[in-house]
């Protein structure tokens, strides 16, 4: 899916057209939101389990990640 929404980015840039760019900046949204609920959910597991260091350092790690 990411392949065709990549073309249809490509093909609505040579054509100039902003429409035709919309699902890969839907995409580009919704995968961040996915990228960030891991990354919780993944430092919450850590904090629950004892692993304070490991969970800090994931939500450390993981939104420097995620703001690039």
Not at 14 to 42: D, E, Q, S
């Amino acid at each position: 899916m990411t392949a065709v929404i990549s073309a249809i980015l490509i093909y609505g840039a040579i054509k100039r057209n902003k429409f035709m760019m919309l699902p890969w900046v839907v995409l580009a949204f919704m995968l961040a939101i996915g990228i960030l609920i891991t990354i919780i959910w993944t430092a919450v597991v850590f904090f629950i389990d004892g692993f304070v260091l490991s969970g800090v350092l994931t939500l450390v790690i993981g939104f420097i990640g995620l703001g690039e």
